[in-house]
């Protein structure tokens, strides 16, 4: 897991320009939820991730007392000085309570909350990328069809030509290297959707005057 965990993030950050701060984020949260269901402790619980090794831990504050009547939130004065020497009755002592199957669930569970984090982090950025290029012409090879819209890849990201915004007289194949004009970004139901037209009056005068430019 350790290894795998690390790879991952790595490669995250390197291919995907995610900041590896933001995912170990959302895996610390999601491991925080998790954790609630497999650790008895109920007072402050808290996910420590390694950013080296990877290694996870969770870890529970336990309130210091002369007798123990309640050793989920509870660990005796004795105890709690082998962890800290300062520590005093009435205070508090953080003491890890990784439980003996958290390796699996945390596994899983960062998968998860990496992916879901990757989807959010790519919306925020198709939208701060393209926001104010509205107006502009892109490059994109046909990637897909959804129904009668053309899905193009524009590198990093998609790009959605709908079928009011296509050419009549124009066919289209998967691969085919096209030129569009960026008609706005949208905020649709899947996230901001980047729509581009080839029919758009804009698009011949902006290609014409990149020709001219060139």
Avoid: C, W
């Avoid at 008895?40 to 991730?49: N, Y």
């Avoid at 210091?64 to 005093?88: L, Y």
């Avoid at 002592?93 to 959010?120: D, H, L, S, Y």
């Avoid at 990328?129 to 107006?135: I, L, P």
């Amino acid at each position: 897991m350790n290894a795998e965990f690390i790879a991952m993030l790595d490669y995250l950050e390197r291919e995907r320009g995610i900041k590896r701060e933001i995912l170990l984020e959302a895996v610390s949260n999601a491991l925080l939820s998790a954790s609630k269901k497999s650790v008895s402790a109920s007072r402050e619980l808290r996910i420590d991730i390694n950013p080296k090794t990877g290694e996870i831990r969770a870890l529970a504050k336990l309130l210091v007392v002369d007798d123990v009547t309640n050793p989920a939130d509870e660990i005796s004065v004795t105890k709690a000085r082998r962890i800290d020497p300062n520590a005093a009755v009435g205070g508090e002592v953080e003491v890890e309570v990784t439980p003996k199957n958290f390796g699996r669930i945390a596994a899983q569970t960062a998968k998860q909350a990496m992916m879901q984090r990757i989807r959010q982090v790519e919306k925020e950025m198709i939208y701060e990328e393209f926001k104010d290029r509205a107006g502009e012409i892109v490059s994109g090879t046909v990637r897909r069809f959804d129904r009668s819209d053309v899905i193009l890849d524009l590198g990093k990201f998609e790009a959605v030509m709908p079928q009011r915004e296509r050419v009549v007289v124009e066919d289209y194949n998967v691969g085919d290297r096209l030129r569009a004009y960026v008609v706005a970004v949208e905020n649709g139901i899947r996230g901001p959707e980047i729509i581009v037209s080839r029919s758009h009056p804009n698009f011949v005068r902006r290609l014409f005057e990149l020709e001219v430019s060139e």
